[in-house]
């Protein structure tokens, strides 16, 4: 007999695990599509995010775009999880400065985000970043690894970000893992065409697993961004090695959780009227089976009513930022997404 918790399904406890006591932490991913501020320092594309720009980004606009994001974060609860993810992985961000507006907004201040940031070199000037609960998660290092194109010498894009730390609480005892955050290359000139730089940036994803593995063999490794790859595409399925299937995760592969999702229709971007999931968060084999630790509970795309557009041409696209030129006081054309682990309390430390 199988429970179905969170979309997955999973086996009924047998009499001495139903005596066992967990706690449950949420892993999330959000691009927040375009979070500027209102000061042009970046050259011509950071002209459009400023009040002289093409989009006239104003006070108003932006203090009502950290007011709808720190509002859709405030959201991301559950029973298990009421006072939300432990840590969020961003894309989109221009500096650290929209961060630090962002976790002191009124909605979330009370939970005390702290924040994990680095400036990339990409060309748009955005970067990708982690915040995160010290009551659940403690950082221990932080990693920024370049994406070097030998092609394209002049080839600029985000960073990815590497955050070892303990997840726990001192009833649960600590957990190590390293949560690497992406926004690989886009699908700018064709998804087929662009194809390479997303295998790329999977292959550096790989790489600064295994150098963790070297150091930390049953390190969790949890993998997250805006990919600009579905599930199947190569980048993800071939060069990260992340599985349809739970069983079929590899030693030192990962599962995805979310291929399963777009299979059933679920997306967390859309083009053209087709659904993409894009905005991925994979586990490795120590997460699947529980050996650092933290075990893979379930996944969800959190498209909540509230961040939908409910009418127009539009109608049930994420309720964005912008819509055709024109200001639509949204959150962003992107849902976030969240993964659940379970620990087992540690009664010793009770």
């Known amino acids: 007999m199988a429970a179905l918790i969170l979309g997955v399904a999973l086996s009924m406890p047998s009499a001495a695990e139903a005596q066992k006591k967990y706690a449950t932490y949420g892993v999330a991913f959000y691009n927040l599509e375009n979070l500027f501020d209102t000061i042009n320092n970046n050259g011509k594309y950071d002209l459009e995010f400023s009040p002289r720009g093409s989009r006239k980004w104003d006070s108003k606009k932006y203090w009502s775009k950290i007011r709808n994001l720190s509002y859709a974060i405030s959201q991301m609860t559950t029973k298990t999880t009421p006072e939300g993810p432990a840590v969020i992985g961003l894309s989109e961000i221009e500096n650290r400065s929209v961060l630090e507006d962002l976790v002191a907004a009124e909605s979330i201040r009370d939970r005390g985000y702290k924040i994990v940031h680095h400036d990339s070199p990409d060309a ?52 190590r893992v390293a949560v690497i955050v992406n926004h690989w290359p886009s699908r700018r000139g064709g998804q087929a065409e662009s194809s390479w730089l997303r295998e790329a940036a999977a292959d550096l994803s790989r ?71 894009f905005d991925q968060i994979v586990v490795n084999r120590n997460i699947v089976d529980g050996t650092c630790g933290l075990k893979f509970l379930g996944a969800e795309v959190l498209n909540k009513k509230f961040l939908i557009q409910s009418s127009g041409q539009y109608a049930g696209y994420p309720l964005r930022t912008f819509s055709s030129g024109a200001w639509t006081n949204g959150y962003s054309d992107h849902f976030p997404t969240e993964i659940f682990l379970i620990q087992e309390v540690d009664r010793k430390q009770q």
């Open 124 to 175: 748009r000037g955005v970067d990708v970043s982690l915040i995160y609960n010290p009551k659940f998660f403690r950082v221990l290092q932080v990693t920024n690894h370049p994406l070097r194109i030998e092609k394209l010498p002049s080839f600029r894009t985000r960073d990815q970000m590497c955050v070892v730390g303990l997840m726990g609480t001192k009833s649960t005892g600590y957990s």
């Open 207 to 277: 790489s600064i697993a295994d150098s963790l593995y070297r150091i930390d063999p049953d390190i969790g490794v949890i993998v997250m961004g805006d990919l600009n790859d579905d599930p199947f595409d190569k980048s993800v399925s071939v060069s990260l090695g992340a599985s349809k299937n739970m069983a079929d995760a590899a030693t030192s592969g990962f599962y995805n959780p979310f291929w399963e999702k777009l299979d059933r229709g679920i997306g967390s971007y859309i083009y053209r009227g087709g659904w993409n999931l």
